[in-house]
DNA sequence: GATATGACGTCAT
DNA sequence: CATGACGCCATAT
């Protein structure tokens, strides 16, 4: 479980961030945000900062919220106030699509 | 099993 | 925008 919640946090790359039920949802648990929580809870070598609410809002509180600010700041993520410009930064995980490995198309239907 | 907790998300006021 | 309420789910006691 957190194992998978994990590894989908470490797919955020640098310059960009996700939110809970993003992250959530990518790893296969919708409505487990807080699930990733725990998984951010675990003591691991996970890039936390990415982490950020819906709409971009820091849900941290007081250092902590300063310090995710800052080492967003630092990998070139801008801020809208209190808020990361999701617009810009908001990363869109992989969808989990069957990938075509020859390059082959989709059942394209005539539009 | 029940109760309390937690870096949430969404809707209604 | 702020506040209140509910839904969600794993963990800890």
Known sequence: MFQRIQATIRKIPRGKVSTYGAIARAAGFPGAARQVVWALHSSNGLPWHRVVGAGGEI???GEPALEQKLRLESEGVSFSGRRVAMKQH????????????SGR???KRRG
């Open 59 to 61: 849900k941290l509180q």
């Open 90 to 101: 908001e990363f869109h995980f992989p969808s989990p699509k069957r990938a075509r490995k």
């Open 105 to 107: 198309v989709q059942n």
